[in-house]
């Protein structure tokens, strides 16, 4: 059974920066795009960045330019290097690749 848990939220103020990880389960993990979602209070759930197997990257428009995701394969790992944080940043971080959710991590911009 493949699983994903992510790590590395916390509290930050704005214009800091925190990596986010997810570590995944399952020999799919190479063969799969993984993606890193947030959710806000109120709000409705929405991509972050997206990374292919083969390395093709895709950024929602509001994190262009601060955030950074990359995956190790050998190590079952993704990262988000989110860097200039702004308080709308606040939310559930969640990690996933197809059918697959983690359980998320909170982020926090204080401002």
Not at 92 to 101: K, R
Request: glycine fraction near 12%; proline fraction near 3%.
């Amino acid at each position: 059974q493949v699983q994903v848990v992510e790590s590395g939220g916390g509290l930050v103020q704005a214009g800091g920066s925190l990596r986010l990880s997810c570590a995944a389960s399952g020999s799919i993990f190479s063969l799969s795009s993984m993606g890193w979602y947030r959710q806000a209070p109120g709000k409705q759930r929405e991509l972050v960045a997206a990374i292919t197997r083969g390395g093709s990257i895709n950024y929602a428009d509001s994190v262009k330019g601060r955030f950074t995701i990359s995956r190790d394969n050998a190590k079952n790992m993704v990262y988000l290097q989110m860097n200039s944080l702004k308080p709308e940043d606040t939310a559930v971080y969640y990690c996933a690749l197809p059918g697959v959710w983690g359980q998320g991590t909170q982020v926090t911009v204080s401002s």
